[in-house]
């Protein structure tokens, strides 16, 4: 029988030339050891952060609430503005202004007279803004609840993001409501304009 290698037409072994040598090593495959972003290979040790959430931390470390007190709860807020508790290590910085807020304060006994300035106030605050209700009086009327005069609760004019108890809170307190809005603004962040 005859041999099939022999049939074989004999492969003349001639030199390659240079430029089949550089097309050969062009065309061959590169081995990726791990596949990257390509952020990640050009800028290494770059956190990659969804843009809501670098947007969320941004404004919940920079609040400015308005300085805009009714009764007594207005002097433990100003307290909380002091140095011995100190709002400016949390980036809280207090504004005169409705215009640059996005927190208000309602510090205190909201009467009928004095809700459609209340309302107005929140209404000229741009978005997203939030309200923290400081004390008994603005969360529910306090110890006037069976007056008429007296509104029995702000969060019947405007919505309510935080409630402060206490009558009035101490400082530690309303530090507290600024952490627990701080955490709400990251919790809401998808849905926050």
């Known amino acids: ?3 099939p290698a022999a049939d074989a037409i004999p492969v003349m072994s001639r030199p390659v030339s240079l430029g089949v ?5 062009r065309l061959t495959p590169v081995v990726v050891d791990q596949p990257k972003a390509l952020y990640r290979s050009i800028l290494p040790g770059v ?3 969804p843009a809501d959430y670098v947007i969320a931390a941004a404004r919940k470390s920079s609040l400015w609430p308005m300085t805009f007190g009714l009764a007594c709860c207005a002097i433990e807020m100003i307290a909380t503005y002091m140095a011995h508790h100190d709002l400016d ?4 910085v207090p504004w005169p202004s409705p215009r640059q807020c996005d927190v208000m304060i309602v510090a205190g006994t909201v009467t009928k ?3 459609p300035a209340v309302k107005l106030l929140y209404e000229q ?3 997203p803004k939030w309200v923290i ?4 009086c603005a969360t529910n009327g306090g110890p006037y609840t069976r ?3 007296v509104l029995q609760g702000v969060d019947k004019i405007i919505p309510v993001d935080v409630y402060v108890p206490g009558c009035p809170p101490r400082p530690e307190a309303l530090i507290d409501g600024f952490i627990a809005l701080q955490n709400k603004i990251m919790e809401e962040r998808n849905r926050v304009g």
């Open 133 to 136: 209700s400081m004390g008994a």
């Open 147 to 149: 007056y008429d005069r």
């Open 21 to 25: 040598q550089l097309e050969q090593a």
């Open 113 to 115: 007279k004095m809700a």
């Open 1 to 3: 029988m005859p041999d």
């Open 89 to 92: 290590r949390f980036g809280i």
């Open 125 to 127: 605050m741009p978005n």
């Open 47 to 49: 956190m990659q952060v």
